[in-house]
């Protein structure tokens, strides 16, 4: 059989999909196993991520949530670096959102410190993911190893800081004081009502905005800029991008930089669009399953956007399982969220050798032969 590569239809739609629905049947499975329904437990959760009132807005919260980690681990990956770093990451962006506002939510007026928070953000989640890629582009250092551990590092910072210095007076929980009054990214239900239609409460936000013109910009970047070229070139193989008289020691920096901005952008939504302060563990593993939605999407920004938002529903549906069965828990709902993250993840190409022979044989005969 020719080792082509198959149709990109099938490695980005038909692919996933298969990934998708084998989740789904071991879900089911064990949903049977305990005594219910499975085809009433999708419907409720589909009712739940998309039909109840409010439920799209929350669905699309966790989405956005996911676009920007699941962006962040593409970018990496199109240099063939592993990026494990994006919950730190995040975290650290938070802190960046969480200085600026907080040293200058009382002098400044609230667009002013919205204008300078976001950009925080994405600088100071740069920041955490270019330091791993130094040490991998200069001291020989393994990208997988130092993101990991930097996202140890992260914590331990954010645990110090939120219990210690920048802790609100006269209160127990780790987190800072709130932030003043205006300085939150716009509901996205509040602009609507604005504009005379009725839409439920949600906590959907404008970093919904900010995360699909990330897409775009990734897109762009990747896909019609030189530096995109490179950082692609550079990917496939160093040597050929030496040749081409390029530095892979500073694309690799440069990647792992945009990606780290991508990853700490994430912060606005849960910062700024919710919270108004900057609590521990607000990432709540978002970092990790961009992973996953980065391998579901094969890193294409539009396949991204329709992994985050089956991750979304999932998130948002599950919650709606919890409430309905009492047989189906919390656990067994993170239970089928991991289930599609093992498939779409580290099987992602599971079916790859069986969808490629039956193509070949079938579809396109003389390249099997």
């Known amino acids: 059989m020719s080792i082509r590569p198959l149709p990109r239809w099938i490695d980005v739609g038909l692919l996933p999909v298969l990934n998708l629905l084998a989740a789904l049947a071991v879900a089911g499975i064990i949903i049977a196993i305990i005594g219910e329904n499975p085809f ?9 991520a998309f039909v109840y009132k409010g439920a799209l807005g929350y669905t699309l919260f966790y989405t956005t949530n996911f676009i920007f980690t699941g962006l962040a681990v593409a970018v990496a990956f199109h240099a063939m670096l592993f990026n494990i770093g994006g919950e730190g990451q995040a975290m650290i962006g ?3 959102v969480g200085l600026v506002v907080l040293m200058l939510d009382a002098v400044l007026p609230p667009v002013a410190v919205l204008l300078l928070a976001v950009p925080a953000a994405a600088a100071f989640g740069a920041l955490w993911g270019v330091i791993p890629g130094w040490l991998q582009a200069r001291r020989g250092s393994h990208i997988v ?6 996202n140890f590092v992260a914590s331990s910072i954010m ?3 939120l219990a210690g210095m920048l802790m609100a007076p006269g209160q127990m929980s780790p987190e800072t004081r709130s932030f003043a009054e205006g300085v939150n990214l716009p509901k996205v239900y509040e602009l609507l009502q604005m504009a005379g239609f009725s839409v439920a409460k ?5 970093s919904f905005v900010v995360a699909v013109l990330a897409c775009f910009g990734v897109w762009y970047l990747i896909w019609r800029t030189k530096l995109g070229y490179i950082i692609r070139a550079t990917g496939h193989s160093e040597r050929a991008a ?4 390029h530095d892979p020691a500073k694309i690799i920096m440069i990647a792992m930089a945009i990606s780290g901005g991508l990853a700490g952008l994430m912060s606005l939504n849960e910062i700024l669009g919710v919270q108004q302060r900057v609590i521990l563990n607000f990432t709540s593993g978002y970092g990790f399953t961009g992973i996953a939605v980065a391998l579901m999407g094969r890193n294409h920004p539009v396949g991204i956007v329709l992994a985050s938002l089956l991750f979304g529903a999932l998130y948002q549906g599950g919650a709606e399982l919890d409430f309905e069965f009492q047989t189906i828990t919390r656990e ?3 239970m089928i969220q991991g289930l599609i993250i093992l498939f779409s993840g580290a099987l992602a190409y599971l079916f790859t050798p069986t969808v490629a022979r039956l193509y070949f044989r079938f579809f396109s005969p003389r390249e099997a032969g």
Do not use: D, R
């Open 202 to 206: 949600s906590p959907l936000n404008l």
């Open 145 to 150: 190893i130092t993101t990991i551990m930097f």
């Open 94 to 96: 938070g802190l960046g």
């Open 242 to 245: 030496v040749y081409a008289g």
């Open 332 to 334: 067994m709902v993170l």
């Open 40 to 48: 009433v437990a999708m419907g409720v959760m589909i009712k739940g």
């Open 159 to 161: 645990v110090w800081l």
